[in-house]
């Protein structure tokens, strides 16, 4: 059961533009929402993150947004450069005060292969 | 260099064997988390431990194991290495026992023969 999904295996985009990335989940105990970017032979580095009480997070280029009602969220990056060509992956946890077990698990998603042309 | 070590960075085995890959977190981290990231597949989380204790569990296969020491290193122990195992396998750590974002280390490529 993937819980956290990106439909979008790649995306391709110019320099300068819009980058959206779009990440579903099923998962309503999910509260807490991540994005890492993932280069070759490296871990993943974390970009940006939202609390499931706000809507929208911005940090620089990143710009994070979340639709509690449609279980989704996408991050955006304005302006794309080359250097954001890359692996991304959205990822979500649970807040053990609902009585879970999650504890700090993160729930990934498959990523998106984001290309950036110059 | 998000802090968080892992050795070997490759290892390569033959089936049946039995292998230990170690972490150490970022400075001050009490969290260790495993994750498995196999071909075409996202990362899977494996196991967390907070100060020494597991605290969750994921679709960790009861031939792997880990624990994590008085220093806070991790250390993920997989015996009877099938074919299927060879994935890549990363640790990452956090400060805090839930939420807050978690630092990945650079992974350890395990090549099962």
């Known amino acids: 059961d993937q819980q956290v999904k990106q439909n979008s295996p790649s995306l391709s985009v110019q320099e300068g533009r819009i980058s959206i990335l779009n990440c579903d989940y099923t998962n309503s105990m999910f509260d807490y929402f991540l994005w890492y970017k993932k280069y070759p032979a490296e871990g993943p580095t974390f970009l940006i993150s939202?609390?499931?009480?706000?809507d929208k997070n911005e940090d620089g280029r990143f710009t994070v947004f979340l639709n509690k009602s449609a279980k989704h969220l996408s991050l955006h990056i304005v302006p794309s450069q080359p250097g954001d060509s890359a692996v991304y992956f959205c990822?979500?946890?649970?807040?053990?005060?609902?009585?879970?077990?999650?504890?700090?698990?993160?729930?990934f998603g498959q990523g998106t292969i984001l290309t950036v042309h110059p | 260099d998000s802090g968080v070590t892992q050795t070997p960075k490759h290892l390569i085995t033959a089936t049946g064997q039995r292998v230990t890959l170690r972490c150490s977190p970022r400075?001050?981290?009490?969290?260790v988390y495993w994750y498995q990231q196999s071909l075409d597949q996202g990362l899977q989380f494996l196991i967390q431990?907070?100060?020494?204790?597991?605290?969750a569990k994921g679709n960790i296969l009861e031939r792997f194991s880990a624990q994590q020491f008085p220093d806070l290193h991790s250390e993920l122990n997989l015996s009877s290495l099938e074919l299927g195992d060879s994935a890549l396998y990363f640790c990452?750590?956090?400060?805090?026992?839930?939420?807050?974002?978690?630092?990945f280390g650079p992974g350890t490529r395990l090549t099962v023969l």
């Open positions: 939202i609390s499931s009480i706000k």
């Open positions: 990822a979500a946890s649970a807040d053990t005060t609902h009585g879970g077990t999650s504890y700090g698990k993160l729930t």
């Open positions: 400075s001050g981290d009490l969290s």
């Open positions: 990452a750590s956090s400060r805090d026992l839930v939420g807050g974002q978690q630092f």
């Open positions: 431990y907070y100060n020494g204790e597991e605290r």
